[in-house]
């Protein structure tokens, strides 16, 4: 059985920051690329990183380029977002996902003072 496990999320104020982490089970782990989205109230679910299989290639959306990064530890079967200085737009759920049909049930970021 596949498992995406988010956790991480909560309250931080603008400026700060959280790690975010993905467990995974039930496949095989170190073959697929990961990614995290995000989607807030009323918006389309957006991909903000993604790190290939084994780590080497990693890409980020515009919006979060230079303040979050993506890792993974292929050993633990868990993918990480690291996210400093959080902004009120990045306020949204999180989710990880890997292929097209593997998804965590998501963690709820909130920036705002």
């Known amino acids: 059985q596949v498992q995406l496990v988010e956790s991480g999320g909560g309250l931080v104020q603008p400026g700060g920051s959280l790690r975010l982490s993905c467990a995974a089970s039930?496949?095989?782990?170190?073959?697929?690329?990961m990614r995290w989205y995000r989607q807030s109230p009323g918006k389309e679910r957006e991909l903000v990183a993604f790190?290939?299989?084994?780590?080497?290639?990693?890409s980020y959306a515009d919006s979060v380029s230079g303040r979050f990064t993506i890792s993974r530890d292929n050993a633990k079967n868990t993918v990480y977002l690291q996210m400093n200085s959080l902004k009120p737009e990045d306020t949204a759920v999180y989710y990880c996902?890997?292929?097209?049909?593997?998804w965590g049930q998501g963690t709820q970021v909130t920036v705002s003072s």
């Open positions: 996902n890997a292929r097209v049909d593997y």
């Open positions: 039930g496949f095989t782990f170190s073959s697929y690329g």
């Open positions: 790190i290939s299989s084994n780590g080497g290639s990693r």
